[in-house]
């Protein structure tokens, strides 16, 4: 009788936890804009879309008033320069492959172009290369940096010195 009512203890209180998670999850605030996290779907170049529409790709983003906060570069994959996906890329969320691991781009020249860097879905580090190979641009995402709101951006010199260090523009209210 007791594993009887252990087992409805469990199920209800895995119910009431799934609900209230999936209740943060794709909100819109007061002004009919995305406010908080949010599935964003992705094409095969990882270029952001308005919908599932075309999509292959999903990751988890965070939005501020429709403003999407993990952006990492404009136009990351193309034929010139296409997408290395990570051999680990099972991931899944419906029908919809996570973003999981290291996704690169390489320069003509086999020099590496771009890495993002995503678990379970979520962006961890964005890395931009100058063709020579040294580190051009950084976005990193992490707690320390203020995430999921702020991110720290660090930009470099062509001889590897920094440039700028700073966060990530936040949109006001």
Not at 35 to 52: H, P
Not at 148 to 168: A, N
Request: proline share 3%; net charge neutral.
């Amino acid at each position: 009788m007791n594993k009887y009512i252990a087992l409805t203890f469990f199920i209800i209180s895995s119910f009431i936890n799934s609900y209230g998670q999936s209740d943060t999850l794709n909100h819109l605030d007061s002004d009919g804009k995305k406010t908080g996290w949010w599935i964003t779907y992705l094409d095969e170049n990882l270029e952001v879309l308005k919908d599932s529409s075309g999509a292959k790709l999903c990751m988890y983003n965070y939005y501020l008033q429709n403003i999407y906060l993990y952006r990492f570069g404009e136009g990351y994959g193309s034929k010139k320069h296409p997408i290395i996906f990570p051999d680990n890329n099972t991931s899944k969320l419906g029908d919809y492959i996570l973003l999981n691991g290291e996704y690169l781009t390489k320069y003509k020249n086999g020099n590496i172009r771009s890495v993002l860097s995503a678990s379970e879905g979520f962006m961890s580090n964005f890395k931009q290369y100058y063709p020579t190979g040294e580190l051009k641009f950084e976005l990193i995402i992490s707690n320390e940096c203020g995430a999921p709101k702020q991110h720290c951006i660090k930009d470099y010199h062509k001889d590897g010195s920094l440039k700028h260090e700073g966060h990530t523009w936040l949109p006001k209210n």
